[in-house]
């Protein structure tokens, strides 16, 4: 297989009608050819309170270590091929190489993309945590990231789906609010005028 795979014709990458972007960036994910960068990554790492820190551990490190290119690039390199030859990347690249180092660790992954032509489009990636356990994932993301976090989630049948920019934020549980406004304290909401598609790898 190339490095790359090459994207589909789109004006409107996150339209819910362009099945050609969503499968691409749903079948951009390799978890297998990253098993050894997670491993690496969360080596000596405690997991945490539902594994929290794994997920925060691996976040972390693609905001700090995958260098990130503005705008769009029309090609969907491979997670493997990231990693290995260090080349610029936009956020459906760094979405789909964290959803990759997510999934090779068994966690539940889905990707949102969020906008629309006045503000740009996003693509991040959404983890899935039981709801009842939000107050212990905050307290541990506060003891990983040594600050004062608050997380933030969309609930759905009982779990809460929490936020990872790794272009804009380290932290598991952020907010953009740019593409979501804040309702009742952490849930994330959708604003009127931002057009949301979410795609299950």
């Known amino acids: 297989m190339d490095a790359y795979s090459v994207s589909g014709e789109t004006e409107d990458p996150y339209d819910t009608t362009n099945r050609v972007r969503a499968d691409l960036i749903r079948n ?18 405690d997991k945490g309170v539902e594994r929290y820190r794994y997920a925060a551990a691996l976040t972390e490190f693609v905001y700090e270590e995958v260098e990130h290119v503005g705008g769009g ?3 969907l390199y491979r997670p493997d ?5 260090d080349v610029e990347s936009d956020c459906e690249d760094q979405a789909v190489l964290l959803a990759s180092l997510l999934t090779v660790r068994s966690f539940n992954t889905r990707f949102v993309g969020a906008g629309n032509s006045d503000i740009g489009y996003h693509l991040m990636v959404q983890v899935e945590f039981p709801v009842d ?12 990231y040594s600050e004062d976090v608050e997380l933030f ?29 804040i309702r009742n304290h952490r849930e994330l909401g959708s604003k009127e005028e931002v057009l949301y598609d979410y795609i299950h790898p």
């Open 133 to 144: 356990k939000v107050d212990e994932l905050e307290e541990e993301a506060r003891s990983f």
């Open 73 to 75: 690039n029309q090609a």
């Open 28 to 45: 951009g994910v390799y978890p297998e050819k990253v098993r050894g960068y997670a491993g690496e990554v969360l080596d000596g790492v």
């Open 81 to 85: 091929f990231i990693l290995e030859h």
């Open 153 to 181: 989630y969309q609930e759905e049948d009982g779990a809460a789906w929490l936020l990872c920019d790794p272009v804009g934020s380290p932290v598991v549980g952020c907010v953009s609010t740019d593409y979501f406004r």
